[in-house]
């Protein structure tokens, strides 16, 4: 069974950039449709981004959209989110997640995601 792993999150100050991580254990012949979603405490888990199994599309959510990049490197089994012009309310556990039955529709319900990482810590302080 896959296993997904993010790293890159950590404290910055508004305005600023990071670029998250998510490596998978695992490559798949087929490389299916990864995503991106977030979770604030006491907040319900939401949709940030998606990207297709060849990396030629993409969705994101509008509160990120012209901030936030989802890239893919398939050789590497290895997502990405690079986020620009943090705002303190992207603060939230963020987590990569795997759509293994679909390589090109993108969704952004939580429920059709079957593969998720444990989560990283990113706080932008203002």
């Known amino acids: 069974q896959v296993q997904l792993v993010e790293s890159g999150g950590g404290l910055v100050q508004a305005g600023g950039s990071l670029r998250l991580s998510c490596a998978a254990s695992?490559?798949?012949?087929?490389?299916?449709?990864m995503g991106w979603f977030r979770q604030a405490p006491g907040k319900e888990r939401e949709f940030v981004g998606a990207?297709?199994?060849?990396?030629?599309?993409?969705s994101y959510a509008d509160s990120v959209k012209g901030r936030f990049t989802i890239s893919r490197d398939n050789a590497k089994n290895t997502e990405y989110l690079q986020m620009n012009s943090l705002k303190p309310e992207d603060t939230a556990v963020y987590y990569c997640?795997?759509?293994?039955?679909?390589?090109?529709?993108?969704?952004?319900?939580?429920?059709?995601?079957?593969?998720w990482g444990q989560g990283t810590q990113v706080t932008v302080s203002s």
């Open positions: 990207i297709s199994g060849d990396g030629g599309s993409t």
């Open positions: 997640a795997g759509d293994p039955f679909s390589s090109s529709r993108l969704r952004i319900r939580v429920q059709d995601y079957g593969v």
């Open positions: 695992l490559r798949t012949s087929a490389p299916y449709v």
